[in-house]
């Protein structure tokens, strides 16, 4: 199983909005046989590239057991089914780290495997599996994508200058390795402010990409540039606004954004709204490079699962911080009430260092 993890984390930047999985299968004295990853969207599954695989090298996949990092798919979506390739393949035992919590499949594919006489177990590596796709449950189980905000910052916690300059606090080495989180990402998010100020084109230059994910802009008034260079990257480009602007709107459109009105009651972009839109356009992992202010606003909603912090071993005195406002709900009098987090790893990139926390239990939905 650990060689179909490695797979599946092979698979992370091209897959989406499918889950990354990965395929081994072993024939009936042991030995591997066929290796597989899930493929572009619209392409071959993991278990499907494993087949063929083995097919390639000669193999019979006869009385082979399949380990496989999530149950395989019993639908007809825009592949056939995993499960229907399996059997046909002559596999006689098949071991999952997960069901899918996908509706369209949620225990049938192991219900196919059993009623054709293929053996199946599930739960090895249940965790790591789960890990690689994080997004993808939580699109399945929570009907969000999985927020992970990202900051660049000093260690006294300044994210740019009093005046706004913040290029750049972090080093080359960790700029690269931003844009590989990047790369994964289902989709990134800024606010207007940002779009304004800095003129960013917010794509993945930095590390090699088969694909750019769509930008989401919050932009209540639609105050975005037509000019703006982050219409010089392909990809879609998905704006949230409280209320149309029809010339502005137009001019936008022209420009290939796409427009979605969501409008909350203090007359700004309803977050959980817009979250809830993008899960509906397959976004599994929602990457954010925003303003203080927008990260204020994520926080202080309760909308963000992870952080992804660099850390440059600097100090800047008077600045702009991470967010800005009262993101754990106002001035606290008891550290009881701390908004706590998990520290998940961290690593030096460079000069800098990253950290990854995670918001304590945001990741236990569907257990």
Same mark, same amino acid.
């Given at each position: 199983?650990?060689?179909?993890?490695?797979?599946?984390?092979?698979?992370? %930047?091209?897959?989406?909005?499918?889950?990354?999985?990965?395929?081994?299968?072993?024939?009936?004295?042991?030995?591997?046989?066929?290796?597989?990853?899930? &493929?572009?969207?619209?392409?071959?599954?993991?278990?499907?590239?494993? +087949?063929?695989?083995?097919?390639?090298?000669?193999?019979?996949?006869?009385?082979?057991?399949?380990?496989?990092?999530l149950e395989p798919c019993s639908h007809h979506g825009r592949t056939?089914?995993?499960?229907?390739?399996?059997?046909?393949?002559? =596999?006689?035992?098949?071991?999952?780290?997960?069901?899918?919590?996908?509706?369209?499949?949620?225990?049938?594919?192991?219900?196919?495997?059993?009623?054709?006489?293929?053996? =199946?177990?599930?739960?090895?590596?249940?965790?790591?599996?789960?890990?690689?796709?994080?997004? !993808?449950?939580s699109r399945m189980v929570r009907e969000t994508p999985w927020v992970? +905000?990202?900051?660049?910052? @000093?260690?006294?916690?300044?994210?740019?200058?009093?005046?706004?300059?913040?290029?750049? /606090?972090?080093? $080359?080495?960790?700029?690269?390795?931003?844009?590989?989180?990047?790369? *994964?990402?289902?989709?990134?998010?800024?606010?207007?402010?940002?779009? /304004?100020?800095?003129?960013?084109?917010?794509? %993945?230059?930095? =590390?090699?990409?088969?694909?750019?994910?769509?930008?989401?802009? #919050?932009?209540? *008034?639609?105050?975005?540039?037509?000019?703006?260079?982050?219409?010089?990257?392909?990809? $879609?480009?998905?704006?949230?606004?409280?209320?149309?602007? $029809?010339?502005?709107?137009?001019?936008?459109?022209?420009?290939?954004?796409?427009?979605?009105?969501?409008?909350?009651? &203090?007359?700004?972009?309803?977050?959980?709204?817009?979250?809830?839109?993008?899960?509906?356009?397959?976004?599994?992992?929602?990457?954010?490079?925003?303003?203080?202010?927008?990260?204020?606003?994520?926080?202080?909603?309760?909308?963000?699962?992870?952080? +992804?912090?660099?850390?440059?071993?600097? !100090? /800047?005195?008077?600045?702009?911080?991470?967010?800005?406002?009262?993101? =754990?709900?106002?001035?606290?009098? @008891? +550290?009881?009430?701390?908004?706590?987090? $998990?520290?998940?790893s961290f690593e030096p990139i460079g000069t800098d260092l990253r /950290? #990854?926390?995670?918001?304590?239990?945001?990741?236990?939905?569907?257990?």
């Open positions: 199983m650990a060689l179909a993890l490695a797979q599946a984390r092979g698979a992370m %930047v091209t897959a989406p909005p499918n889950p990354a999985v990965g395929c081994v299968l072993l024939g009936p004295d042991g030995r591997v046989i066929g290796l597989g990853r899930t &493929q572009r969207v619209g392409d071959a599954h993991a278990e499907v590239m494993a +087949l063929r695989d083995a097919a390639a090298r000669g193999h019979s996949t006869r009385g082979a057991t399949a380990f496989v990092t056939g089914p995993c499960c229907d390739a399996l059997v046909q393949a002559g =596999v006689a035992r098949v071991v999952a780290s997960l069901a899918d919590p996908n509706p369209l499949v949620g225990g049938r594919g192991f219900e196919r495997l059993r009623a054709a006489g293929v053996v =199946v177990e599930s739960g090895l590596e249940a965790e790591a599996a789960r890990e690689i796709n994080i997004g !993808f449950l992970r +905000l990202k900051a660049a910052a @000093s260690l006294d916690g300044r994210t740019a200058l009093e005046n706004g300059v913040s290029q750049w /606090i972090t080093g $080359e080495a960790a700029r690269t390795d931003g844009h590989a989180w990047r790369a *994964r990402a289902g989709a990134i998010l800024t606010g207007v402010g940002t779009v /304004i100020e800095d003129d960013p084109r917010l794509d %993945v230059r930095l =590390v090699p990409a088969t694909r750019q994910p769509p930008l989401v802009i #919050v932009d209540s *008034r639609l105050q975005t540039p037509p000019a703006a260079r982050l219409f010089e990257v392909e990809r $879609e480009v998905w704006i949230y606004a409280a209320a149309r602007d $029809e010339a502005k709107a137009r001019a936008l459109e022209a420009r290939g954004a796409t427009i979605t009105c969501l409008p909350n009651a &203090q007359g700004k972009v309803e977050l959980a709204d817009l979250l809830r839109d993008l899960a509906r356009r397959e976004v599994n992992e929602l990457h954010v490079e925003a303003g203080h202010k927008l990260n204020g606003s994520l926080l202080r909603e309760g909308l963000v699962d992870e952080l +992804l912090l660099y850390l440059a071993p600097k !100090f /800047i005195g008077d600045g702009m911080g991470i967010a800005s406002g009262p993101y =754990v709900g106002g001035p606290l009098t @008891s +550290l009881a009430d701390v908004k706590t987090l $998990e520290f998940r /950290i #990854v926390a995670r918001v304590t239990g945001r990741d236990r939905f569907g257990d």
